[in-house]
C-alpha cells in the first residue's frame, strides 16, 4: 500500500506560481513513475506530466511546458510539481499518482490514467485573473 499525501496548492493570481509536494508513505517510491494529473470542475480528468524513477526523464504536456516543471526527491519519498506563470486555465484540482506494477520502468512516460495504481486526494489549485 502506498498513500499519497498533495499538499502546496491554494489561490495565486495569474502570473503567479505554486509548487505542489507529493509526500509518499507506506511504501518507498523510489522505484516507480510518479504522475500529476489535474481535474477542472467539470471536466474529465486531464494528464499534466509525469517522471520516471530517477528523475532522469519528465514529461510535460503541451499546455504547461516551459511553465511547470516535474521533480523529485527520493530520499524524501518525495514528488514536486513548480508552476509558473500560471494562468486562470490551470484552475483544477491536481492530484499526483505512482505505477508501482512497473519498478524501474524504461518504458514511455504515458498520459493513461490507467497506468497508475495509488492516487493522492488532491490540492485544489485556482488562479484568478
Known amino acids: 500500500q502506498v498513500q499519497l499525501i498533495e499538499s502546496g496548492g491554494g489561490l495565486v493570481q495569474a502570473g503567479g506560481s505554486l509548487r505542489l509536494s507529493c509526500a509518499a508513505s507506506?511504501?518507498?517510491?523510489?522505484?516507480?513513475?510518479m504522475g500529476w494529473f489535474r481535474q477542472a470542475s467539470g471536466k474529465e480528468r486531464e494528464f499534466v506530466g509525469a517522471i520516471n524513477w530517477s528523475g532522469g526523464r519528465t514529461y510535460v504536456i503541451d499546455s504547461v511546458k516551459g511553465r511547470f516543471t516535474i521533480s523529485r526527491d527520493n530520499a524524501k519519498n518525495t514528488v514536486y510539481l513548480q508552476m509558473n506563470s500560471l494562468k486562470p486555465e490551470d484552475t483544477a484540482v491536481y492530484y499526483c499518482?505512482?505505477?508501482?506494477?512497473?519498478?524501474?520502468?524504461?518504458?514511455?512516460?504515458?498520459?493513461?490514467?490507467?497506468?497508475?495504481?495509488?492516487w493522492g486526494q488532491g490540492t485544489q489549485v485556482t488562479v484568478s485573473s
Open positions: 507506506g511504501r518507498t517510491i523510489s522505484s516507480y513513475t
Open positions: 499518482a505512482v505505477d508501482t506494477v512497473n519498478p524501474y520502468s524504461t518504458a514511455k512516460l504515458t498520459p493513461s490514467a490507467a497506468e497508475y495504481d495509488y
